[in-house]
């Protein structure tokens, strides 16, 4: 009842206030919907600041505690009534009268006076073609939401310490802080990669004249790539570099000068661990199950990766 009494009172203070007619309805088992239809007028959409100013309509209504009542009337009475709607049958008219605000023809049952509302509470409006779909709570489902949202504010008080106000700056600044964090990572992670492989190279053993660059690093794959794209760039090496963790990953590659078929090195360095992989003749990643595994697979890479230097 304080939803359907609701329902009413809102879709009045819409057309009195945005000159907004509802052309649909639900009462839902949570929220209930009035559909608003926008076309014919020269706006396409109704703002944060009209919504509100309805909602403050129909609030007001409410708090005025204006009598509810239902009567049926003759067709002469009908007549001479401000339906907000053309009823759907023409016999037995039922009008619901919120007195002086609203008159509609309906067979529902409502509370007595607006004040049995409580309150009317819009949650969301979102547009669906020409219409705006706005979603409301009343009374009891109101001071439910209210109370979610308390609880919820809370726990952001509780895990900012910030007053609740101040919540919103504090998100924002703690973005901009994360954003600006990401960038100096970036950054330091590009040089740990650079200097990660410039050390790797420098310790390589040299076979045929190249250097031969094969090492586990205790690090995420994508770190590990890093290494190896800046590997690749020193003239004369041949690269197998593996990320050891949950889940080993393997990389094979070489600078452009050296004649090494990377997925061809990859896929018999992978087998050797029970893994797979593939890529180009110039890098090519896989992975094994496990970090034993891993051991096996750079033993081969080794192997594989001299061999081929040797012939070159
Ligand atoms: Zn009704």
């Not at 239902?70 to 009908?78: H, I, N, Q, Y």
Request: charged residues 25%; proline residues 4%.
């Amino acid at each position: 009842m304080q939803q359907h009494t609701g329902q009413h009172i809102l879709s009045q203070a819409f057309i009195v206030t945005e000159d907004a007619e509802t052309v649909a309805f639900h009462l839902g088992a949570q929220a209930s919907t009035i559909d608003l239809t926008l076309l014919g007028k020269s706006r396409t959409d109704l703002d944060a600041a009209a919504i509100a100013r309805a909602e403050a309509a129909a609030n007001e209504i409410v708090d005025a505690a204006l009598p509810v009542t239902a009567a049926f009337v003759s067709p002469e009475e009908l007549a001479a009534l401000p339906l907000r709607k053309p009823p759907k049958v023409t016999e037995n008219i039922r009008v619901v009268q919120v007195r002086g605000f609203d008159w509609s023809a309906c067979g529902g049952t409502h509370v007595a006076y607006t004040s049995h509302v409580q309150q009317i509470k819009i949650v969301a409006a979102e547009r669906r073609g020409p219409e705006l779909r706005v979603t409301f709570l009343c009374g009891r489902r109101a001071r439910a939401d209210y109370a979610r949202l308390k609880a919820l504010a809370q726990g952001l008080v509780a895990r900012f310490t910030a007053a609740e106000d101040e919540i919103l700056d504090l998100v924002d600044r703690r973005a901009a802080e994360a954003d600006a964090l990401r960038k100096d990572l970036a950054l330091l992670e590009g040089e740990w990669a650079e200097s990660k492989a410039a050390a790797l190279y420098a310790d390589a053993p040299v076979v045929g004249g190249k250097r031969v660059v094969v090492a586990a690093l205790d690090t995420g794959a994508d770190r590990v790539k890093k290494v190896a794209q800046a590997l690749r760039s020193y003239p004369g090496v041949a690269v197998c570099l593996a990320a050891r963790g949950e889940r080993p990953q393997l990389v094979v590659t070489r600078s452009d000068d050296v004649a090494l078929d990377a997925g061809a090195a990859l896929r018999a360095a992978a087998a050797a661990g029970g893994g797979k992989g593939g890529g180009r003749p110039d890098w090519a990643q896989g992975g094994v199950p496990t970090n034993e595994a891993l051991d096996l697979a750079l033993a081969a890479a080794r192997v594989a990766l001299a061999e081929a230097m040797e012939r070159t």
